[in-house]
């Protein structure tokens, strides 16, 4: 199995996975965080030690800034790699962490990875952590069991919806002009399906959490997918768990490799 997840409030942030080398920090003095697709076959470690080598993120830049100069260093990386290797990334997801130096509530972007006739796209930064009290639950991976229990749609159903979306445009104007309709509007109405799957109640709930109690859930929330998805019943741990917080900066709670 490949999951991992994000939890974040105004307190800060719970990143917890059940595969090595999936969360990783910057540095001790800047409080940014990255934690990558567990299905990703990259060599995350190598990778972002590199990019830690280049000393290119400082206190003085805003988030976006950071999530921005990250973005682009992973399209210089990902343009040298072979055709192959660029479409086993398609459709990964990677997630950035960290504060403004004026704001004292955590910030969360998520940069998306497509394959097009140019090769691999790296989207820009997008945030999506809540403007007003950084609220904020994410999946990466194979978390389909997490997200129906958190009460949104499995993705044989989303992606039912999603084609029956495509199909419906295809009617309407014709295959001709479909692909540019759906270029156009297509990303929009796909970001309101997503948006539609959040439960309200559960945001509500860990707005109010204790980073000691976004933990609990995080680990509970990584090894029940795992049991739903094992076929011999055996719990799949989880197997490295950051925080990020304004007072700490970055701390691993967990950590099969580091002994934390």
Same mark, same amino acid.
């Given at each position: 199995m490949a999951a991992a997840l994000l939890m974040m409030n105004m307190h800060g942030a719970v990143m917890a996975s059940d595969c090595d080398r999936t969360i990783f920090r910057y540095s001790e003095k800047i409080p940014f965080a990255i934690m990558v697709d567990?299905? =990703?076959? &990259?060599p995350w470690e190598e990778i972002i030690m590199e990019y830690q080598a280049k000393k290119s993120l400082s206190n003085e830049m805003s988030f976006k800034d950071c999530a921005t100069d990250f973005r682009q260093y992973l399209t210089d990386l990902l343009k040298l790699k072979d055709s192959d290797t660029q479409k086993n990334e398609s459709d990964n997801q990677v997630i950035c962490i960290g504060y403004d130096s004026n704001n004292i509530f955590p910030k969360a972007s998520i940069i998306t990875t497509a394959i097009t006739e140019r090769g691999l796209l790296i989207n820009k930064p997008v945030e999506i952590s809540n403007q007003s009290e950084s609220v904020c639950l994410q999946t990466l991976g194979n978390c389909e069991n997490i997200r129906i229990l958190l009460g949104g749609m499995s993705d044989d159903l989303s992606q039912k919806t999603k084609d029956l979306f495509f199909n419906k445009i295809s009617d309407i104007v014709g295959k001709k002009d479909s692909a540019r309709v759906i270029?156009?509007?297509?990303?929009? /109405?796909?970001?309101?399906?997503?948006?539609?799957?959040?439960?309200?109640? *559960? &945001?509500?709930?860990? =707005?109010?959490?204790? /980073?000691k109690d976004m933990v609990k859930m995080a680990e509970n929330l990584i090894e029940t997918e795992g049991l739903l998805n094992s076929d011999n019943s055996s719990i799949s741990p989880t197997r490295e768990i950051g925080? *990020?917080?304004l007072a700490?900066?970055? *701390?691993?709670?967990?950590? =099969?490799l580091y002994g934390a």
């Amino acid at each position: 199995m490949a999951a991992a997840l994000l939890m974040m409030n105004m307190h800060g942030a719970v990143m917890a996975s059940d595969c090595d080398r999936t969360i990783f920090r910057y540095s001790e003095k800047i409080p940014f965080a990255i934690m990558v697709d567990p299905r =990703s076959e &990259l060599p995350w470690e190598e990778i972002i030690m590199e990019y830690q080598a280049k000393k290119s993120l400082s206190n003085e830049m805003s988030f976006k800034d950071c999530a921005t100069d990250f973005r682009q260093y992973l399209t210089d990386l990902l343009k040298l790699k072979d055709s192959d290797t660029q479409k086993n990334e398609s459709d990964n997801q990677v997630i950035c962490i960290g504060y403004d130096s004026n704001n004292i509530f955590p910030k969360a972007s998520i940069i998306t990875t497509a394959i097009t006739e140019r090769g691999l796209l790296i989207n820009k930064p997008v945030e999506i952590s809540n403007q007003s009290e950084s609220v904020c639950l994410q999946t990466l991976g194979n978390c389909e069991n997490i997200r129906i229990l958190l009460g949104g749609m499995s993705d044989d159903l989303s992606q039912k919806t999603k084609d029956l979306f495509f199909n419906k445009i295809s009617d309407i104007v014709g295959k001709k002009d479909s692909a540019r309709v759906i270029n156009d509007f297509g990303k929009y /109405i796909l970001e309101q399906l997503d948006l539609m799957q959040e439960d309200t109640k *559960v &945001l509500d709930a860990i =707005s109010f959490f204790t /980073i000691k109690d976004m933990v609990k859930m995080a680990e509970n929330l990584i090894e029940t997918e795992g049991l739903l998805n094992s076929d011999n019943s055996s719990i799949s741990p989880t197997r490295e768990i950051g925080i *990020v917080t304004l007072a700490e900066g970055f *701390v691993y709670i967990k950590h =099969s490799l580091y002994g934390a």
